[in-house]
Each structure stands twice: as structure tokens, then as C-alpha cells.
């Protein structure tokens, strides 16, 4: 490595770190903690241990390998990253992960950037990781197996072939999520390098190929410090921090809600309340440890600077899997949802949810969850537990629709409503978080219907109750969702992001009695009235300097700020007045059948 890299003399800091990858091959510490901490595995220990080491590595590229050539900087993450992956899951781990690399490369080989390289992708990557999942019996405790570097190189693969045809595909056929991610090409070093990355090779977060390469290549602009390194320090160690006492929380936790009690006979015989709250505390800490290593690792990629928002400056959230303060505070699932494991869901959005939407929402929806299901393992816990998520989801938006009918939008409450409201409103979403969770982490059938017989399946229950009553007696006094392309509204005069009947504007085609030949392209098109759909703007503003006829009977005045005045007085379609002022793309309009008038301000 030192050699490839060309160093004038071995960096200190390099020498360290390699002695110390060595000696921890050779003299291995995770043995010693399991004796302590009941429940963790030597295994478990080295992957925690390997989360750090993200630490010392990222510093070694921020000093000496930032802005260097793209081969330097490939080389230093491809050989690190293999070696915290062959010290977490050993060699025979690596093969594995490298023969599924492989498989990969000869299918883009073969087939070139094509629907067939996809699907063959898709096919070899994930039968090879059900096939682990399968030899993988033990599910009495939590460890680090092959399979778990092997799920998150499934999803960049198979990412990477989507990518690959989206990089080779006419960009007028493409949507602007495609054309973000999109690749022409790569050599293997570069595929291999990003499937064994240590900034995710082992837990993730998943990065886009175009990120990575951007990033070893030099073209990604990043605010640096004096000495010109990345300018992240500060929001790296907090990363650590946060991580850390989340970790520090998850061991001693551990020690209290213990699986062995969950499922043994004598906790069925416990008072409910205890036994409620007891599941509260197993499935919530079981999350904690997930939010805690996450955390740790992002600060790595923090660190490093390859977690930069372009689009937020003053962010280095590029590459945030959790946002651990909405994990405890927020009140609602959906919040949580959103909020946990946030790379790997818009994974999931971007090449499965999206690109299968013309099945039909429901269809696309059926695909992804049944991938997710599967990506994360055969066991029926899995099953469980992302099937209990969409009742859960769907009954969270009725109440709310209920109550906002009923009672207003929440920021019309008084305070004290408010106040009542919240304590109320977190212990639910507790409960069915620690209810849902449970199965997650006991993986079977069995050890999971005994805990829910103990509840009497009670939340099972509730949720079909709710579901019921609303479809039967309380959908139908409610007014009816308007959907557009992004999001719902019930009103049809309020703004929105897609298309919008009744005259109301959004970021998508406007229908106006029987002119729907308006179209707002992004939010930030062309508008038309009657069959006149010309008139094209670049993101909302007009950017001609001169008098042009929009049809035969009017004319607009426009300038470079996008302001545009009607001349005339003429009647739009006969009975009809159009002033025009400001940026098009920020409106309201009145729309009255024939008689109405148009205004935009």
C-alpha cells in the first residue's frame, strides 16, 4: 500500500494503524467482553470495534490522501476496507463478498448497461444472500455474519446496475433523481473498491456510486479548513459522541431486558402493565443499537469528508442514516419511520418504489416490502415485523385526518390541549414501537406468538378494531383526498405538489375547466389558458427581453426578472381577464366556470 501510494518514507500514523489491524488479528479483545455483558458475541464486539476504526482511518485520508490522485485514494479505501472486513467476519467472509463482485462484473461485462444486467444482478445478489440467510441458523442472540456485509454490497450492486442503464439512457426519458445517480461507465477497480469501502462496506450507510466517485476522483466541491482538509471536525465528533452514549446506553440496557425473560414461561404470568412496559424496554434498546453504530460511522464518513450536502452547506448530513433526536422525541411512527435508517429507505424508494410505480401504487408497494422483507432476512420475525408497520402507518394518518376534521389542525390547539395531547400521543407510539420491534429481534414464530399470546394480542386487535369503525362509519364523513403526483391535500383550492383540479396551482398540470393543456414542468413550466401550452419558463422565471404574442389576441410584456404584464384588455375565451405579475411559478387563482377571472400575482 505505501509503495502504491508512493509516500516519500511510511506516515507514522500508517505504520500505527496496519501494526494495529495486525495485532488485532492476532491478539483479538472481543473474547474478553462477552464474559461481562451477558448476550454479545465475540463477533458483535469486533464489529463495534471495527465502527471506531472508521475513526483512525479517516484521519490517515484527511492528512495524507485527500486531493490526491483517484488511483491513491482507491487503493487506500479498498485496501482498508477489506481489512476491517476481514478482521470483523474473517476470510472466508471476504470470499464471499468478492465472488458475488465478480458475478457482477461478468454479467456488465456480458450484457453491457441493459435491462438484462439488472435483473441478472439482482437475481445472482440476492439468491446468494437468501442462501446465507438460510445457512445461518442460530438466532438465539445477535452476530455478525457474512450475510451482513454481503446485504449491504447486495444493495449497491444491484444499485449500481440501475445507475449503469440510467448513465447510458437518453436523459430526456430520465426523471432528475435518475439523472443524479447516473454513471456511464466504471473499471472494476473502481466497482470493488465502493462495494469494500470501510466508510460503508460493513453497516453501511449506503452510498451512491456517483457520491464515491466524485469524492476519490476530486470533483466534489468541500468547504476545507486552513490547512485545506475538510472543515468537518467538529460535526465528526459530535457524530462520535451522540453514537457513543448510545452504545454506552445499549449495554447496560442489554443487561435488563434479556431475550431469555421475554420468552420464558414465567414472564406470561406477569401483571400486564409490567409486561407491556418490559416489551417497551426490549424493542426500544434493540433499536438503540442500531442508532448508536450508525451514528459512530456516519462521524467516520463525516470525518473523512465524504458525507458533504452539496445542498445544504451548512450540513454534513449527506450520509445520515438516523436522526437520533426525532428517534426519541418525535410522537408520531410515521416521524420514526422516516427518520430511521434513512439511507437504505431511500435506497429502497429510488430503485424499487419509483421505478415500479407504473404497476400501480399498491403493486410497487407489494414488490418493495417483499424485497425488504427478504433483504433483511428468511426468519418469520422479519415477516412480523414489517407487515404490523403498514396497519400501524395507515391507522396513525385516519386519526389524524379524524381529528383534524374534528378538532382543527394540531397548531390551532391551545396549549393545554397541546400539553395533554403529547404525553398521550409519545406513549402510544412507544407501545407500538417496543410491540413491533419484538419480533424483529426474536426472529421465530414460536418465541414471538408466545410473547403476543401473553398480550392477548392486543394491539392486533385494536388496530383491526380502528380499521373497521373508520371504513364502516367514519370514512365517508370526511372530505375527500385530492392526490397529486407528490402529495394529498383536501382542499382544492390550496396549493400543491402535483396536479391540482378546480383551478387551484401546483407543481404539476394545471385543469381549468376544459383547458388541461397547462403544464408546470417541475413546478416551473409553461401555463396555459384555453389550447395555448408554448409558453416555456426556466425554473419560474421568464427570461426574454422582448414582446412576444402569446396567442393572436394578447401579448405579454417580459424582462430577465420574470415579470410579465397583459397590454391588452382583451376577454380570455370571451369573458375572461388575465393580469400577469412576479414569478409565474408563485400564484393563486379564481376560477368561476366562463365567467371567473384569471389572477396571478
Known amino acids: 500500500l505505501l509503495y502504491t501510494i508512493k509516500f516519500e518514507g511510511p506516515p507514522p500514523p500508517a505504520m500505527s494503524m496496519l501494526a494495529l489491524l495486525y495485532s488485532l488479528s492476532a491478539y483479538d479483545p472481543a473474547h474478553a467482553l462477552p464474559q461481562i455483558f451477558n448476550g454479545i458475541t465475540p463477533g458483535l464486539v469486533r464489529a463495534v470495534i471495527s465502527i471506531y476504526i472508521v475513526y483512525p482511518l479517516s484521519y490517515i485520508h ?7 490522485p483517484k488511483s491513491h485514494q482507491l487503493c487506500y479505501f479498498l485496501v482498508t476496507g477489506a481489512a476491517v472486513i476481514y478482521y470483523v467476519i474473517g476470510l ?6 468478492l465472488v458475488t463482485i465478480v458475478l457482477a462484473w461478468i454479467i456488465k461485462r456480458a450484457f453491457g448497461p441493459t435491462k438484462t444486467t439488472i435483473v441478472l444482478t439482482s437475481a445472482v445478489t440476492m439468491i446468494y444472500l437468501v442462501v446465507g440467510y438460510i445457512l445461518n441458523k442460530r438466532v438465539d442472540v445477535y452476530d455478525v455474519w457474512w450475510t451482513t456485509p454481503h446485504s449491504i454490497q447486495t444493495m449497491k450492486l444491484i444499485g449500481l446496475a ?5 448513465g447510458n439512457t437518453d436523459e430526456d426519458k430520465l426523471e432528475e433523481y435518475q439523472k443524479k445517480h447516473a454513471v456511464k461507465d466504471f473499471t472494476f477497480l473502481e466497482m470493488l473498491t465502493f462495494c469494500f469501502t470501510y466508510t460503508g462496506g460493513l453497516f453501511g450507510p449506503q452510498i451512491p456510486f456517483r457520491r464515491f466517485i466524485h469524492f476519490v476522483d476530486n470533483t466534489t466541491v468541500i468547504p476545507t479548513d486552513n490547512n485545506g482538509r475538510p472543515d468537518s471536525v467538529s460535526s465528526a465528533m459530535y457524530k462520535l459522541m451522540v453514537g457513543t452514549a448510545f452504545i454506552a446506553m445499549y449495554l447496560p440496557l442489554g443487561m435488563v431486558f434479556k431475550r431469555g425473560t421475554i420468552i420464558s414461561p414465567e414472564f406470561n404470568n406477569e401483571y400486564f402493565v409490567y409486561k407491556m412496559a418490559y416489551i417497551i424496554g426490549f424493542g426500544v434498546n434493540a433499536l438503540i443499537k442500531y442508532i448508536g453504530c450508525w451514528t459512530v460511522v456516519e462521524g467516520g464518513c463525516v470525518l473523512v469528508g465524504m458525507a458533504y450536502n452539496p445542498d445544504i452547506p451548512e450540513h454534513w448530513d449527506g450520509m445520515r442514516s438516523v436522526d437520533p433526536y426525532k428517534f426519541l422525541i418525535n410522537y408520531r411512527n410515521k416521524d420514526f419511520i422516516d427518520n430511521f435508517n434513512m439511507t437504505t429507505k431511500d435506497w429502497f424508494t429510488r430503485y424499487l418504489f419509483k421505478r415500479n410505480m407504473g404497476l400501480g401504487k399498491w403493486v410497487s408497494m407489494f414488490y418493495t416490502y417483499l424485497f425488504i422483507i ?3 432476512g428468511v426468519r418469520p420475525g422479519y415477516w412480523l415485523a414489517f407487515i404490523y408497520e403498514i396497519p400501524v402507518i395507515m391507522a396513525e394518518k385516519q386519526i389524524v ?8 389542525p394540531y397548531e390551532t390547539w391551545s396549549n393545554i390541549a397541546k400539553h395533554a395531547c403529547f404525553p398521550v400521543a409519545m406513549v402510544t407510539r412507544y407501545v407500538c414501537l417496543g410491540y413491533g420491534a419484538m419480533p424483529f429481534v426474536l426472529l421465530t414464530w414460536s418465541d414471538s406468538a408466545q410473547v403476543f399470546q401473553g398480550l392477548h394480542w392486543f394491539i392486533h386487535i385494536a388496530l383491526g378494531c380502528w380499521l373497521t369503525v373508520f371504513y364502516l362509519f367514519l370514512e365517508h364523513r370526511l372530505p375527500p383526498i385530492i392526490r397529486s403526483a407528490k402529495r394529498m391535500t383536501t382542499d382544492a383550492n390550496q396549493h400543491t405538489n402535483g396536479w391540482v383540479d378546480n383551478g387551484s396551482l401546483g407543481n404539476g398540470s394545471i385543469r381549468k375547466g376544459n383547458h388541461s393543456n397547462g403544464v408546470i414542468s417541475n413546478g416551473n413550466g409553461a401555463i396555459s389558458n384555453g389550447n395555448h401550452n408554448n409558453r416555456n419558463l426556466s425554473n419560474g422565471l421568464l427570461n426574454r427581453d422582448h414582446t412576444k404574442d402569446l396567442t393572436s389576441k394578447y401579448s405579454v410584456k417580459e424582462n430577465g426578472h420574470g415579470d410579465a404584464t397583459k397590454n391588452k384588455s382583451d376577454n380570455i375565451n370571451g369573458d375572461e381577464d388575465c393580469i400577469i405579475n412576479g414569478h409565474i411559478g408563485m400564484k393563486t387563482v379564481e376560477n368561476k366556470t366562463n365567467t371567473g377571472k384569471l389572477k396571478a400575482a
Not at 484527511?62 to 490526491?68: G, I, K, P, S, V
Open 374 to 376: 427478504l433483504w433483511h
Open 401 to 408: 385526518r379524524v381529528v383534524r376534521h374534528y378538532w382543527g
Open 92 to 97: 472466508h467472509g471476504l470470499l464471499h463478498c
Open 162 to 166: 440501475f445507475d449503469y442503464l440510467d
Open 62 to 68: 484527511r492528512e495524507y490522501l485527500f486531493r490526491r
